[in-house]
């Protein structure tokens, strides 16, 4: 008997010490829009920059991203027919979140890549395109569905609607005050989860506020109600899990953040030095 119990002592130390499965880095997926057609297909493969068949695809469809989207997007955005394409690719370990789009105009990278830390994926490289000009918010679904089908495991469901209540609220934000500043305020909340579960409205309110003040960002009641929406439903999440994750995308975000400024930047001088040569000459034949 002693024989026997020590024996499956020692079979259950083995099976415990066996790691979990590693996802190898290099895997991908492409998630295909159901309502596209062949040739729509191939110009979103050709901004993924590989051929059809070079990686295993997966649909999705409209019905799919319905499931992520009623709620929290308008039922004219979400529309009838499933258009944004997704490419991931798993990286390395701490190699963090690469995200790029081709003809989304309403999300950025930046919105992507905050919402995709709250639903807890990490480490990929991500483009997110469509043939023509869509919102792109159906592009999480797209997302979720091929992560899951790399690594054989489920994300979290709570997880998933969050990260799409983040991304729909940060993009409506960014029409107001900016795609920095709208994912900024939403990381400062991540980050006082811990907090603000023990906080009423009122006080969250005000410090949602304080937030927006420190940003030099002026938000209304509708916005602010919005927020405090959002950060109930961030609550339901592991406090200290969720800003692991904000603190290992915050650089990414600020560089963007950053990148864009000097873009913008440059344009905007482009088009002063154009108006000084306009109005030179315009006063030299006055």
Known sequence: MKKLIASILACCLLIGAVPALAVDAGEARAVIGANLSDEQIEAVYANFGIKRGDVTELRVTNADERKYLEGYVDES????????????????????????????????????????????????????????????????????????????????????????????????????????????????????????????????????????SDLGVTLTDTQINQLISLCRSLEKLDPDQLKEKVESVQNTIAKLGQAKEKVSSFIEGVKNVWNSVVNFFKNLFA
Do not use: R
Request: with cysteine; net charge negative.
């Open 77 to 212: 955005i979400i529309g009838t027919n499933s258009i944004s394409c997704v490419y991931i690719e798993v990286l390395e370990e701490g190699k963090g979140l690469d995200v790029t789009t081709s003809n989304i105009n309403w999300c950025t990278a930046q919105m992507y890549i905050s919402a995709l830390a709250t639903a807890g994926i990490t480490d990929a490289k991500i483009i997110v395109a469509a043939p023509f000009e869509v919102s792109g918010t159906a592009a999480l679904t797209g997302v979720y569905l091929a992560y899951e089908d790399i690594t054989g495991q489920q994300l979290d469901e709570t997880a998933k609607l969050v990260s799409t209540q983040e991304l729909t609220l940060t993009a409506e934000l960014a029409e107001q005050i900016g795609s920095y500043d709208s994912v900024e305020i939403v990381n400062e909340l991540k980050l006082l989860l811990a907090e603000t579960k023990n906080m009423t409205d009122e006080q969250l309110k005000a410090e949602i506020i304080s937030i927006a």
